[in-house]
């Protein structure tokens, strides 16, 4: 039985270890291949160029006033969240861009098959690397259609209100007409986040002040808030205003609703994401703490300790406190792989894990050793004596 047992823990054990090495070894490779898009350079200069050519007021009459682009990044989906966000879809749309990494769980799979054979004008754009961070599937949805002039990326757990695109197109296209549109919001109808990123309008003056999203700030959280930190920062330095709208009559469902009528964000997320299921989310808020918060900190002077707001402790008035354009960040691909290395380390508990694996298997070991010994000897003190020095009887004549 004690046999039995070792050899299960073993089995155990070797199929955890396989399972981490795994991960390591494609955190590893993987960094060569993340998407980036570099705040300088021939394709951010092409896109401005082409956004001032735009504000000149050349005509879009190959949008024919639709919306332009409805940008959805993938994660796992086993609750066909993506097929509900498509079957809300009520008004044109002329491109839909679904970006995805490297590695497609079946039954996304599967809602892709159907999406592809049903719906007109989709894409799918599959990464090199099993992670993608939020803030380059963000600038590579803006980048899919360069001469777009605004976008609308939402999450993959939106549901659209009848009515509500039809609504946002004609919002949109009024504000962009009047030139008072750079970025835009929708109410939540039910989980108290209104006017957050996960659906809102980017357009290409927006673009054309602030630049695209940090990529630097990876796999997840405070790219939207770094970004809102730029507009602020923008604001103080020009005297001029961002044009930020706020539809409250565009209303979507956010998330998962709960029999309470509230929203299960925390179930949908560690359902949702692969990269939360093989890695636990603490290990992400680890991430944050050891390797974003510290960026910020560098490239905005911030204070994350601090009893306020962080944004309201921001000193730099230009990233890294140099005369660079607001709009500036470089990709730091090391940066990247150490923080892709650290993800593949096992966490605490898989460490407590091995710890008792090998504690059981030495355990299981001497265990079976003993009473190996115990049934040897056992077997001596019954098997019977011969005594080697008994007379065997000689005859004396």
């Known amino acids: 039985m004690s046999l039995l047992i070792f050899l299960l823990a073993l089995i155990h054990c070797l199929v955890q270890g396989v399972e981490s090495k795994q991960l390591s070894v494609g955190a590893k490779l993987d960094w060569k291949h993340v998407l980036s898009l570099p705040s300088e350079g021939p394709a951010y200069h092409d896109w401005k160029q082409k956004t001032q050519e735009l504000m000149r007021g050349r005509p879009f009459s190959s949008y024919d006033r639709h919306i332009p682009i409805l940008g959805v990044g993938l994660n796992n989906d086993p609750f066909s969240l993506l097929l509900r966000l498509f079957y809300s879809i009520d008004y044109p749309i002329d491109k839909i861009v679904l970006l995805t990494g490297s590695s497609i769980d079946e039954h996304v799979q599967r809602e892709l098959d159907h999406i592809t054979r049903h719906f007109k004008n989709v894409v799918v754009r599959q990464g090199h690397s099993t992670w993608l961070g939020v803030a380059e599937s963000w600038n590579a949805i803006m980048m899919e259609v360069p001469d777009a002039p605004w976008v609308f990326i939402v999450s993959m757990d939106i549901e659209f209100a009848p009515g509500s695109l039809q609504r946002l197109a004609h919002h949109a296209w009024e504000d962009w007409d009047k030139k008072q549109l750079d970025q835009a919001f929708i109410e939540y109808c039910n989980d108290g986040m209104s006017g957050g990123y996960s659906a809102f309008v980017m357009s290409r003056s927006m673009i054309s002040k602030l630049g695209f999203f940090d990529e630097n700030i990876f796999p997840a959280y ?78 905005w002077g911030c204070n994350f300790s601090g009893p306020v707001d962080w944004t309201e402790t921001c000193t730099f008035a230009t990233p890294f406190n140099v005369r660079n354009n607001i709009s500036f960040w470089q990709l730091d691909k090391w940066r990247r792989a150490e923080i892709l290395h650290f993800l593949s380390k096992p966490t605490s508990s898989v460490f407590l894990l091995y710890i008792g694996c090998s504690f059981f298997m030495m355990f299981s070991v001497v265990a079976v050793y003993v009473l190996f010994l115990g049934v040897i000897r056992r077997n001596r003190l019954s098997a019977p004596r011969v005594d080697s020095h008994k007379d065997v009887g000689s005859s004396h004549v």
């Open 222 to 299: 405070y790219e939207d808030t770094e970004y809102d930190l730029r507009v602020r920062k923008y604001n103080e330095s020009t005297g001029l205003s961002i044009h930020r709208q706020f539809y409250g009559d565009v209303v979507a469902l956010h998330g998962l609703p709960t029999e309470h009528g509230g929203v299960d964000h925390r179930g949908v997320i560690n359902a949702m994401s692969k990269q939360v299921s093989a890695v636990p989310k603490e290990k992400i808020f680890e991430v944050v703490n050891l390797f974003i918060q510290p960026y910020i900190t560098k490239k």
